[in-house]
């Protein structure tokens, strides 16, 4: 399975908002959910390519998908 880049975390948030998550709370990390899965995300720019395809798969999507809704 191919890494996903290095995304800034908004563009992470962004995309997450696209397939219906919302941010439940923020301080140094954001913690979205949906209802059934719960991510978060490091302020980091850019968070790191391998954290951030575990956040795609912890939220339910491919990296293809992922990458097709940035």
């Known amino acids: ?4 880049p290095g995304v ?3 563009d ?3 995309v ?4 219906g998550f919302k941010v439940a709370r923020q301080g140094k990390h954001i913690v979205m959910t949906d209802g ?6 490091p302020r980091h720019n850019p968070v790191n390519a391998i954290t951030m395809g575990n956040i795609a798969r ?9 990458r097709k809704l940035l």
């Open 8 to 10: 800034n975390h908004l």
């Open 12 to 14: 992470a948030v962004r």
């Open 36 to 41: 059934i899965h719960v991510v978060t995300i």
């Open 58 to 66: 912890d939220a339910g999507l491919t990296n293809e998908k992922f």
């Open 1 to 4: 399975m191919p890494k996903l």
């Open 16 to 19: 997450l908002k696209k397939v």
